[in-house]
């Protein structure tokens, strides 16, 4: 699924998404264009940003994304994991404290519910626009996104030929 980069993308089609449909994990991207990798985030926070609009030119209404929610909610996967994942295909990649106070915040954080057994976000930067830029090119991010999804499965979900 790709959401429109609007607050109402959240409440208008993720939420009802997540309510309606028995995920088994669900695995989070964003942009974070001036990132040089990888993120793994650890957790969302229930904040929102009153002073950066959406792509519909609108803030969020509260200062809180959910009035009675807790101020954090932690990633419902150990997030050390994904980020093994991601290192071990070669993706250089760390752990972030929190996914901001933008849309990727807002939709982790709607994400990790009980509903979900198992969420994680991930921002990548943008890809690599030369040999000199630091950045991973597309197919490196391919890659290490890949094993970020299947490190979200539990071992006996996995293939046998991905087993170790």
Same mark, same amino acid.
Request: net charge positive.
């Given at each position: 699924?790709?959401?429109?980069?609007a607050? $109402?993308?959240?409440?208008?089609v993720?939420?009802?998404? &997540? #309510?309606?449909t028995?995920?088994? @994990?669900? %695995?989070? !991207?964003?942009?974070?264009?001036?990132?040089?990798?990888?993120?793994?985030?650890?957790?969302?926070?229930n904040?929102?940003?009153?002073?950066?609009?959406?792509a519909?030119?609108?803030v969020?209404?509260?200062?809180?994304?959910?009035?009675?929610?807790?101020?954090?909610?932690?990633? $419902?996967?150990?997030?050390?994991r994904?980020?093994r994942? &991601? #290192?071990?295909?070669?993706?250089? @990649?760390? %752990?972030s !404290?929190d996914?901001g106070?933008y849309?990727?915040?807002?939709?982790?954080?709607?994400a990790l519910?009980?509903?979900?057994?198992?969420a994680?976000?991930?921002?990548?930067p943008l890809?690599?626009?030369?040999?000199?830029?630091?950045?991973?090119?597309?197919?490196?991010?391919?890659?290490?996104?890949?094993?970020?999804a299947?490190?979200?499965?539990?071992s006996?979900?996995?293939?046998? @030929?991905?087993?170790?």
């Open positions: 699924l790709v959401l429109p980069t607050y $109402s993308a959240i409440t208008d993720f939420e009802p998404l &997540i #309510r309606e028995a995920f088994d @994990a669900v %695995l989070l !991207i964003g942009v974070a264009a001036r990132r040089r990798m990888l993120s793994v985030e650890v957790r969302a926070v904040r929102v940003s009153r002073l950066f609009p959406d519909s030119g609108r969020g209404a509260r200062l809180t994304y959910d009035r009675h929610g807790p101020f954090q909610r932690r990633a $419902s996967v150990e997030p050390g994904i980020l994942a &991601i #290192r071990s295909k070669g993706g250089r @990649a760390r %752990l !404290i996914a106070r849309l990727c915040n807002a939709t982790y954080y709607a519910t009980p509903r979900v057994p198992r994680i976000f991930v921002h990548v890809p690599r626009r030369g040999a000199r830029d630091g950045r991973p090119s597309l197919r490196e991010m391919e890659r290490a996104l890949r094993a970020a299947l490190a979200l499965l539990p006996s979900d996995l293939p046998r @030929a991905r087993r170790r």
